[in-house]
């Protein structure tokens, strides 16, 4: 950092110095001690961020971006893998994200979900949901042709439905939309 230029002295007798704000560049003139601050605007905004990347809806935007972009990701093979994207609006800016998000009844219990499952996440395509319609709906996906067909066989042979979705290693709720008929006719 370069060193501070003097400016001259406050009313009261304070020596005044030169700040210049490293985020927006506002030149203040105040105390020795604000040198190297950000202005109160920028200050007021970082703390702002600060506290919302510190909550679950920051999680939510960040999850949701990693696993449409790092092959790294959990999951990344179901959503970045198969073409899934988040559209250019919240990928670039997670402000405009988490004020869709709080317009379009986020809570802290509520999880993102997108109506067409081979769609973006995009505004026109999200949804917040609660934990259990997000199983539900997830159940289909979380099993494949092969775990559906050996699930119906082991069902078929008087197997309960809680341990032909242990044995074949898919959740309850998939065996169980299986064993009513729901979902895989046929697998
Ligand atoms: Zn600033």
């Not at 093979?77 to 994200?97: A, H, L, P, Q, T």
Request: one cysteine or more; a positive charge; charged letters at 25%.
């Amino acid at each position: 950092m370069t060193e501070a230029r003097r400016v001259g002295r406050s009313a009261n007798g304070t020596p005044l110095f030169e700040c210049i704000c490293e985020h927006c560049g506002a030149v203040r003139h105040q105390d020795r001690r604000r040198v190297g601050t950000p202005c109160r605007a920028c200050y007021l905004k970082l703390k702002k961020e600060r506290a919302v990347s510190g909550t679950r809806l920051y999680r939510v935007w960040s999850g949701m971006i990693a696993r449409c972009t790092y092959p790294s990701a959990s999951h990344y093979e179901y959503y970045g893998g198969r073409g899934i994207d988040v559209c250019s609006e919240w990928r670039n800016d997670k402000e405009r994200f988490f004020s869709w998000a709080l317009k379009n009844g986020y809570t802290d219990t509520s999880e993102l979900d997108r109506r067409d499952v081979d769609g973006p996440y995009e505004p026109a395509n999200c949804r917040f949901i609660s934990h259990q319609e997000n199983s539900q709906l997830r159940s289909n996906a979380r099993c494949n042709r092969v775990q559906a067909g050996e699930v119906k066989r082991l069902l078929q042979s008087g197997v309960k439905v809680k341990d032909a979705a242990m044995q074949v290693g898919i959740p309850y709720m998939s065996a169980w939309h299986i064993s009513k008929g729901n979902t895989w006719h046929n697998a």
